[in-house]
């Protein structure tokens, strides 16, 4: 079974600029989670779509956004970057919340270069 | 509001020895408590998630984790270290009606021959 995909991987962007990111899930799975990563700050949780609907979100501003499509793909979109949006941008896909087998799968990642 | 707080930025083990790895959340209990791990130069992986339906979890790779709500603890465990358990280790929480996942700074795991 295919993995998690996420495009592009590399991305270099200027101050104010917007930027759309993908992630395909596992078949089958219909959650997508997107989480950022700086040296900084270290891991954080961005949002979570389940049935194109997002379930949880974390503390981001509205500069960050996301959706995800009737075959489960999802985007998350950055709106007026800033310096401090340069990160690692992990996607990840799993099996319905809640379940007692759960399983969870993240892609490489998009690292963003915002100058 | 919730926080994570992983004892040990940097613990070392030999190989064969105990891993403990600790983490503490802070308030009310979460309805799930998560442990990653990130390899160096790869991606995270899903180590186990607690779910209320038993409190010692277990998870790949040989690892488990006891949640104790009476010490607000979900420490991870392995019996026997391997050279290849060396990577970062996140423990994670999830709070409030958005479901919030706080993470923890992460703890660097060294296995010593």
């Known amino acids: 079974k295919a993995g998690v995909t996420q495009t592009p991987r590399y991305l270099i962007k200027t101050r104010g600029q917007q930027v759309t990111l993908s992630c395909s899930p596992i078949s089958g799975h219909r959650s997508v989670s997107w989480y950022q990563q700086t040296p900084g700050q270290g891991l954080q949780f961005l949002f979570e779509?389940?049935?194109?609907?997002?379930?949880n979100k974390g503390n981001f501003p509205g500069r960050f956004s996301g959706r995800q499509f009737s075959n489960s793909r999802s985007e998350m979109n950055v709106s007026t970057l800033e310096l401090g949006d340069s990160a690692l941008y992990l996607c990840a896909s799993s099996s319905e919340p809640g379940l007692q087998y759960y399983e969870q799968y993240f892609g490489p990642g998009t690292r963003l270069t915002v100058t | 509001a919730q926080s994570v707080t992983q004892l040990g930025s940097h613990v070392s083990v030999s190989e064969g020895a105990l891993v403990l790895l600790r983490c503490n959340y802070s308030s009310s209990v979460p309805p799930y408590l998560f442990w990653y791990v990130q390899y160096p130069n790869q991606g995270l992986q899903l180590l186990l998630k607690?779910?209320?339906?038993?409190?010692l979890v277990k998870g790949i790779n040989g690892f488990e984790a006891e949640f104790k709500k009476s010490e607000t603890s979900f420490h991870l465990t392995k019996p026997s270290a391997h050279m290849s358990d060396a990577a970062e280790y996140f423990c994670a929480v999830e709070e409030g009606s958005q479901g919030n996942l706080i993470f923890g700074k992460g703890t660097k795991l060294s296995v010593k021959p």
């Open positions: 779509y389940f049935s194109e609907t997002q379930r």
């Open positions: 607690y779910t209320s339906a038993a409190t």
